[in-house]
């Protein structure tokens, strides 16, 4: 092996070295900044305790309307999330209905 092919093997050999620190410092930073994000988004949210007034949102009804939890209050709320491509959620919507006919009267908001 001569001088000069030694020489450049190590000439290539140093750009590669260096182009991995920088992949891996790029890395390590974009961790970080991702684990610091949900971090700082994990600590202001603080969920619901049973006994606890729930915090006040908001959502859309079935008729385009904008509802408030906190225009409800004093009635009880039965609050559902669900989906229409979700078989059992379609299952139980006729319970819900029943439900709400029959405890309407008593302030029930389905």
């Not at 750009?15 to 891996?24: D, M, S």
């Not at 007034?53 to 669900?82: H, I, Q, Y």
Request: hydrophobic content about 45%; overall charge neutral; proline content about 5%.
């Amino acid at each position: 092996m001569t001088e000069q092919t030694t020489t450049e093997s190590l000439t290539r050999e140093q750009p590669a070295k260096g182009n991995r620190l920088v992949v891996t410092l790029v890395a390590v930073a974009v961790l970080v900044a991702v684990f610091g994000i949900v971090w700082l988004q994990s600590s202001k949210y603080e969920p619901p305790k049973v006994g606890k007034v729930a915090p006040d949102f908001s959502l859309v009804d079935l008729n385009d309307k904008e509802v408030r939890l906190s225009d409800l209050r004093g009635k009880v709320v039965f609050l559902n999330f669900w989906a229409t491509w979700c078989k059992p959620c379609k299952e139980e919507m006729p319970s819900m209905e029943v439900l709400h006919r029959n405890f309407e009267k008593d302030g029930l908001v389905v």
